[in-house]
């Protein structure tokens, strides 16, 4: 079936980059996406990237995209405090309206 | 702001109630979701509408249903509530069934 598989936490030093890492099953999965959940706050869409596409770059976010190994990633470059927040990895199977979700990452700043 | 509204903010209730939660989409956009994020069970999705008709269905109970209205604004209602369903349910709105998926504010439901 569909899964989407996400570390939970990942912790990084302010102007450090952050790297999160999600792998997921369904090779047929036809848009991938990147949202961000702040504490007491709604889903806010970051980044998405076609499944053809290998990496998509949007100032301080790049995602990469490895088909083969059914593996995305989310670079945050110069990570912010402001960046604080819960980072969820989710796909649109082909054929299904609905998004899969991973459990998100909780990225942690370190001063 | 996504464009995305969603009434009430918070909502508090006791088991056995029945709730209503409201969504409106951005302006333009046809197709409303609604997914359920709780502690245990993370993000789920529960049910689609795309123009007015039920288009997709996921982990929604039987205690649940939903419509989209003429005017495209869409409800949620749960019913005979359990502590269980306590969580933050969020509404999606997209231009079409296949399109980028924005998200509303959330209510946030506890049931006492």
């Known amino acids: 079936g569909e899964d989407v598989e996400q570390s939970l936490f990942l912790s990084v030093r302010e102007g450090d980059s952050s790297v999160i890492n999600c792998t997921y099953t369904d090779s047929s999965s036809t848009y991938l996406y990147w949202y961000k959940q702040e504490p007491g706050a709604g889903l806010q869409l970051l980044t998405y990237i076609f499944s053809n596409m290998d990496m998509k770059q949007d100032q301080r976010l790049t995602v990469l995209l490895n088909k083969k190994d059914k593996h995305l990633s989310l670079r945050i470059a110069d990570t912010q405090t402001g960046d604080s927040a819960i980072y969820f990895c989710a796909e649109t199977p082909r054929g299904n309206y609905q998004l899969i979700w991973g459990a998100g990452t909780k990225l942690i700043i370190k001063p | 702001d996504s464009g995305v509204t969603q009434t009430p903010k918070h909502l508090i209730t006791a088991t056995g109630q029945r709730v209503t939660l409201r969504c409106s989409p951005r302006?333009?956009?046809?197709?409303v979701y609604w997914y359920q994020q709780s502690l245990d069970q993370g993000l789920q999705f529960l049910i689609q509408?795309?123009?007015?008709?039920?288009?997709a269905k996921g982990n929604i109970l039987e205690r649940f249903s939903a419509q989209q209205f003429p005017d495209l604004h869409s409800e949620l209602n749960l019913s005979s509530l359990e502590l269980g369903d306590s969580a933050l349910y969020f509404c999606a709105s997209s231009v079409t069934s296949q399109e980028t998926q924005y998200f509303g504010p959330g209510t946030r439901l506890l049931v006492l």
């Open positions: 509408y795309y123009n007015g008709e039920e288009r």
């Open positions: 302006s333009g956009d046809l197709s």
